[in-house]
């Protein structure tokens, strides 16, 4: 802008320099005329005057185009500065925008974050390193999902695979062994039970008590068909969480995991009698299972016994042998 005006200027004086309005002696003009004798004559006029209307003239003229330019030139900077506010405006508008959606962003991960750790209050801070360091296995191990899935290890009072944590410990409970129509399934009861709403009495009720082993005929010490040490006994078990993958599932008849998965734990088949009244699931017991209390009695007890393989005529004896124990794997990916 300022080297645009300096031009102007410079143009400007250039031609008010032709326009001297100084007298000189281009003010006398000689012009041939005749007298009334028809003679010729020489007459001088002074156009001093004239002169000076028309160089009034020319600037006054120049003046108001050069007005009119500059006028016009500034309209152009003017207008191209108010597009650069205005691109300016808009950046910073842009900029602006773009911070609120970042920080709303970064709030909603934190509030998420929150949401799904655990405040682990022996430790007095949030879960994030476990969660970070997660986080980092997941991407060294290729990608793999790191949603985890639960499990019940049964038998142990806690999670013996570094792959899991444990979400807490309790006793193997069931139903009644005796009596038709009791729950099939097994439950890990905590240690520390809650009640709401309760009737004082005891009623004839569905009931869960403590599940118990019974080792019948068989005795093979340090193991878990060691009569001694295990029979009409109580047993914990622990519900577990792993950190790595996001399936399990128990394998029976394996020690060992099949196509790349992670073993929680090992141990052997076990079930109710089948000549009881009451059904049971098949569960895995961790093969150095703990123990807890000798019952005195069967009475209203859910009882596990060692499963055996049978060649029925349809199952494959070999690979299987008839009346021979039947091992279990826990397995995670």
Known sequence: MKKCLICIGAIYSVLLSGVNPTNTSDDMVETPVVNNQNAPLLAMFDMTNVNKRIKAYISEAFETKMSELVKMKLQEVLLSMKIEDDVKQYIENVKGNLTLDIKQEIKEYIDDVKQNVTLETSKGYLGW????????????????????SNYIQWGRSTCISRNSELIYGGYTGGSSHTREGSAVNHLCLPKQPQWVIYDAKVNNNPFVGAAVFNIYDINIKN??????????????????????????????????????????????????????????????????SERLKKASNWTDKSILYAVAAKCN????????????????????K
């Open 129 to 148: 390193p476990e969660t970070l360091k997660q986080e980092t296995h997941n991407q060294n191990n290729g990608g793999k999902s790191a949603g985890g």
């Open 313 to 332: 005529g349809v199952l494959p004896c070999p690979p299987y042998v008839d009346g021979r124990e039947m091992t279990c794997v826990v397995c995670s």
């Open 223 to 288: 193991s878990l068909f060691d009569k001694s040490k295990y029979d009409m006994y109580s047993f914990p078990c622990a519900v577990c969480h792993t950190k790595i993958g996001s399936s399990t599932l128990m394998i029976p008849g394996r020690k060992d995991c099949i196509g790349g998965w992670n073993k929680e734990y090992t141990g052997y088949l076990m079930s109710g009698w089948p000549d009881h009244k009451s059904a049971t699931e098949y569960i895995c017991v961790d093969a150095d």
